[in-house]
């Protein structure tokens, strides 16, 4: 095979990359046994990250766990993270670089092709302002092999980006509704199954097969693109573990952070939990698990609104969530020991007699 076309400075380096490891044998793609040498694709979205990349990419190269290969997708960044990501690329050969120029397109987008790219027997997702544990990919490595698991579970850490302390938080997996087993499935905890995680992709480890073999992608959304990805995987998966341990650190008050920005993509919000609905009717799941659905839908369009930091966004959310997106969420119509929380349920009532004002003023004073 030829050398591909030339266009672009990014389609250089990433062809000269690929070529300097297929030179130096990084590639063994099948060995003797009909598998890849890789053991983990860690994936990493990279847009405008700069301030913190080096932080993410050190703690994944410092790994102990070492058969793994770094597949960072620059989404049309312009900053200096696509000049970190080369930099450290030509110091490490796991390392792969695949530019998108100026394209933006969302964490899902560039998610999706960091996995068709993957060649590794595991999938493993980082935000680009996050960062590893050094044993993060050997423990989950370690419970995949042993329970024969498609998903590994496991917590994680609070980083503050202002204070530079870490504080402990078991946040991103509820330990307490998770079934009293070392390997379980959606049928161990059908009406809690949703309740189990905050549905972040960044607390997963995934058999890359069971991935592919469900055709399971990201939504190519700008806010809540991972939603969809880690419910689906969830309500898949016949074999599922958690690591008791805190493996990751997740970053807060970070400014460009796509959290921190997602009162401008409130759309997000509802095209999420409905895209879900629509997965588990089509895999005939959704009377099996439309207990736990519906008390995810309405604790998580209730968080994003009450988080809104933009008054137009927030108003605009409330009327389509009071006129229509309750409705289509199927939440209308329960009676209240239907769900877990009392406080999303009282919401959930005021929003429906109130206008987005006198909610926001019983929200305040209880009036």
């Not at 847009?47 to 989404?75: F, K, M, P, W």
């Not at 960044?77 to 930099?87: P, Q």
């Amino acid at each position: 095979m030829g050398k591909p076309k030339e266009d672009g400075h990014a389609h250089n380096f990433l062809w000269e990359t690929l070529k300097r490891k297929f030179e130096r044998g990084y590639y063994k793609l099948r060995n003797g046994n009909g598998t890849s040498d890789i053991l983990v694709s860690v994936i990493i979205p990279v847009y405008n990250a700069g301030n913190y990349l080096r932080q993410c990419l050190d703690s994944v190269i410092g790994q102990t766990l070492r058969e793994i290969e770094i597949i960072c997708v620059n989404d049309g960044s312009t900053d200096d993270s696509l000049c970190i990501l080369e930099e450290y690329a030509r110091k490490d050969d796991r390392i792969v670089v695949v530019s998108k120029e100026n394209e933006n397109a969302g964490a899902g987008s560039a998610r999706n092709l960091g996995i068709s790219l993957a060649k590794g027997e595991y999938l493993s997702i980082l935000d680009a302002d996050d960062f590893f544990d050094k044993n993060l990919l050997a423990e989950t490595v370690n419970s995949a092999q042993k329970h024969d698991a498609d998903v590994v579970l496991f917590n994680s850490y609070i980083y503050d980006h202002v204070k530079k302390t870490v504080t402990t938080a078991d946040f991103a997996v509820n330990k307490s509704v998770l079934p009293e087993k070392s390997v379980f499935s959606r049928a161990d905890f059908a009406e809690r199954i949703f309740q189990c995680t905050i549905g972040a992709a960044w607390c997963l480890l995934l058999r890359r097969d069971f991935v592919e073999r469900h055709c399971l992608r990201f939504q190519a959304v700008h806010h809540a693109d991972d939603f969809l990805f880690t419910y689906s995987v969830l309500a898949l998966a016949q074999r599922i573990t958690f690591v008791d341990k805190k493996l990751l650190y997740y970053r807060i008050n970070n400014e460009h952070s796509q959290t921190v920005k997602k009162s401008a993509h409130y759309q997000s919000a509802f095209a999420a939990p409905f895209e879900l609905k629509n997965f588990l009717i089509r895999n005939w799941l959704y009377y099996e698990l439309k207990r736990s659905f519906i008390n995810k839908a309405l604790a998580y369009t209730l968080w994003y609104l009450n988080t809104a930091d933009n008054w137009r966004y927030f108003s605009d959310f409330y009327v389509a969530l009071k006129n229509t997106y309750f409705e289509l969420l199927d939440i209308e119509d329960k009676p209240p020991d239907y769900f877990y929380d009392i406080a999303w349920y009282s919401q959930y009532r005021e929003i429906c007699r109130r206008t987005p004002e006198k909610y926001l003023f019983w929200r305040l004073y209880g009036l």
